[in-house]
T-cell receptor, first 114, second 113 residues
């Protein structure tokens, strides 16, 4: 059973389009996150959600809108895609807050904007 | 803001040698320090972690040390093997203030057979 699953794994799209990435965790964790990993492998936090409430929004453009319908799901919608949005997006979860233990990552969604 | 610095960015060692990666953090509220290994095309996975009330922790060939006063922590891998080749990330977490895990920039480790 996959602990944190995200779809799709690959996304190739044109500039200006809108796209969504879905994430689900079956671990019963309270907190979910979106991280962006750029071409230099830097892992940058984008959003933190605790029990489906937004906790952290790290100076991410308004074009990025997360949605958490329940604490097991955290989706990411991106409007008006730009070249600089090309990256691997990782969904992750922790049991409680960030310092409660391991961050469980999904497999990543590689977004390529042409 | 909160920051985690990691050195070196690239490390090349001969199989059997030791590898050491060092990190410093800025947020005094940080109290959990995990290390993640990311193989090419894969997700980051936890290899070892340490909490702020502990100075050292060991798990087989890997060990982590923490100096809370100096805000330094390090990863030590002994008897390196080719399968240790990957990108390693240190991180610092706090529940207060930022409520997030901040990652270092990563160290690309090459173990030459």
């Amino acid at each position: 059973d996959t602990a944190v699953s995200q779809t799709p794994k690959y996304l190739v799209t044109q500039m200006g389009n809108d796209k969504s990435i879905k994430c689900e965790q079956n671990l019963g964790h309270d907190t979910m996150y979106w991280y962006k990993q750029d071409s230099k492998k830097f892992l940058k936090i984008m959003f933190s959600y605790n029990n489906k409430e937004l906790i952290i929004n790290e100076t991410v453009p308004n074009r990025f809108s997360p949605k958490s319908p329940d604490k097991a799901h955290l989706n990411l919608h991106i409007n008006s895609l730009e070249l600089g949005d090309s990256a691997v997006y990782f969904c992750a979860s922790t049991r409680g807050g960030p310092n409660t233990g391991e961050l469980f990552f999904g497999e990543g969604s590689r977004l390529t904007v042409l | 803001g909160e920051n985690v610095e990691q050195h070196p960015s690239t490390l090349s060692v001969q199989e059997g040698d030791s590898a050491v990666i060092k990190c410093t953090y800025s947020d005094s509220a940080s109290n959990y320090f995990p290390w993640y290994k990311q193989e090419l095309g894969k997700r980051p996975q936890l290899i070892i972690d340490i909490r702020s009330n502990v100075g050292e922790k060991k798990d087989q060939r890997i060990a982590v040390t923490l100096n809370k006063t100096a805000k330094h922590f390090s990863l030590h891998i002994t008897e390196t093997q080719p399968e240790d080749s990957a990108v390693y990330f240190c991180a610092a977490s706090a529940n207060t203030g930022g409520f997030k895990t901040i990652f270092g920039a990563g160290t690309r480790l090459f173990v030459k057979a």
